[in-house]
């Protein structure tokens, strides 16, 4: 079952910052929160992960709160190419599992 | 590397009719996942492998559902009949778990199938 929660939907302008939001108060210590997005008609394509601290690639930057109970993933310059189904997903320890929720759909208008 | 190779795209069938689909994973990747992806959701866990042993099978529909990964590699999931409700992507991933818990899974681009 899935452990966060998103928001459905967000809208960003192009260029500006995207800020995507994600709950998972019932995070165990030792999960780390993955981000994964899915343009239509492809595959879900890895963004970027976590543990406790902030962490950024080339693609995205991720935010995880202190008490690990939610994160925020940043899309610095969201581009029309960044529109895309968004989801957080924590990763199950023990067994290697991915648990997918609804995800946000983020539109970025031109 | 080549990625996640899945085959065919595209499937329409008949309900109560039977049909198959093939993963090819990532070489040297241990770990391959099953997952339904219904319109408008996010994907489902369906089975989960660990070379050719089942790691997680709770949410396969067993009735109809049934899926292998012969000598650790490729993998076939089946579904036998097929319903209504069985329209989906069907996604394969996988994941090297090579015991660092920084690697991450990689998704092949789904079967999408139509039960009519």
């Known amino acids: 079952d899935a452990k966060t929660t998103q928001p459905t939907s967000m809208d960003c302008a192009e260029g500006r910052a995207a800020n995507l939001p994600c709950n998972h108060s019932t995070i165990s210590g030792n999960e780390y929160v993955y981000w994964y997005r899915q343009i239509h008609s492809q595959g879900p394509q890895y963004i970027i992960h976590g543990l406790k601290n902030n962490e950024t690639n080339e693609m995205a930057s991720l935010i995880i709160t202190e008490d690990r109970k939610s994160s925020t993933l940043i899309l610095p310059h969201a581009t029309l190419r960044d529109t895309a189904v968004y989801y957080c997903?924590?990763?199950?320890?023990?067994?290697?599992?991915?648990?997918f929720g609804t995800g946000t759909s983020l539109t970025v208008i031109p | 590397e080549a990625g996640v190779a899945q085959s065919p795209r595209y499937k329409i069938i008949e309900k109560r009719q039977s049909v198959a689909f093939w993963c090819n994973p990532i070489?040297?990747?241990?770990?391959l996942y099953w997952y339904q992806q219904i319109l408008g959701q996010g994907p489902k866990l369906l089975i989960q492998?660990?070379?050719?042993?089942?790691?997680?099978d709770s949410q396969l529909p067993k009735d109809r559902f049934s899926a292998e990964r012969l000598k650790g590699v490729d993998s076939t999931l089946k579904i036998q009949p097929a319903k209504l409700e069985d329209s989906a992507v069907y996604l394969c991933a996988s994941h090297p778990w090579t015991g660092v818990y920084q690697e991450t899974q990689y998704f092949g681009p789904g079967t999408r199938l139509l039960v009519l």
């Open positions: 492998f660990q070379n050719n042993g089942v790691v997680d």
């Open positions: 997903i924590v990763r199950v320890a023990a067994g290697n599992q991915f648990y």
């Open positions: 070489s040297g990747h241990a770990t």
